[in-house]
């Protein structure tokens, strides 16, 4: 079974640009939740998509929102870059039948904002 | 507002040492505890997950406690290796779906 798959891998922009990412779960799995994750805050929760709904969300600007289609693949774009933006961002899914699910995550797509 | 530490944030042991990667949290209400393991500049890896009921999970050398009353959790690694150098997280879900709260991380070497 294919894992998680995040495109593209790495992304260079400048700031005030704005960026989408792409992350396609595991077959059959219906959640995708977003992170962020830099070194000086760690990981942190952006968003979480469960059936085209989005069920939880972290606490970030709205520059950051996320959409997920009937495939349960998921997008996340950011407006109005800033250099703290850069960032790696991960994605995980999980089947989502209960709270207890385990997520899996995708490799992850670096952005570097210049 | 749920807080994870982890400590230490750093530790290196030589080849063949048993060690344990400790874990805390503020808030005892959660549904499961995850471990994870990340390579530098890779996404993370599941190792184990216990789910608020469990007190502990087991995958080869790897074993993983809970005691939630405390908040705390455990990851005991037996006879590490070389390959085990990575940076282990844990996090914690709790009553709002899959929305994960990370620690800090320790970054493990382990030297041949």
């Known amino acids: 079974k294919a894992g998680v798959t995040q495109t593209p891998r790495y992304l260079i922009k400048t700031r005030g640009q704005q960026v989408t990412l792409s992350c396609s779960p595991i077959?059959?799995?219906?959640?995708v939740s977003w992170y962020q994750q830099t070194p000086g805050q760690g990981l942190q929760f952006l968003f979480e998509?469960?059936?085209?709904?989005?069920?939880n969300k972290g606490n970030f600007p709205g520059r950051f929102s996320g959409r997920q289609f009937s495939n349960s693949r998921s997008e996340m774009n950011v407006s109005t870059l800033e250099l703290g933006d850069s960032a790696l961002y991960l994605c995980?899914?999980?089947?989502?039948?209960?709270?207890?699910?385990?997520?899996?995550f995708g490799p992850g797509t670096r952005l570097t904002v210049l | 507002k749920q807080e994870v530490t982890q400590i230490p944030a750093a530790l290196s042991v030589p080849e063949g040492e048993n060690l344990v990667l400790n874990c805390s949290f503020t808030d005892s209400a959660i549904y499961n505890l995850q471990w994870f393991r990340q390579d530098p500049g890779k996404g993370l890896t599941s190792l184990l997950l216990i789910q608020s009921s469990q007190r502990e999970q087991t995958s080869g050398r790897l074993n993983a406690s809970l005691d939630k009353s405390s908040g705390r959790s455990t990851l005991y690694i037996a006879a590490s290796q070389p390959g085990d150098s990575a940076t282990y997280l844990c996090a914690v879900s709790g009553n709002a779906g899959n929305m994960l709260t990370f620690g800090g991380g320790t970054r493990l070497m382990v030297k041949p």
């Open positions: 077959s059959g799995h219906r959640s």
């Open positions: 998509y469960f059936s085209e709904t989005q069920r």
């Open positions: 995980a899914s999980s089947l989502s039948t209960q709270l207890t699910d385990t997520q899996y």
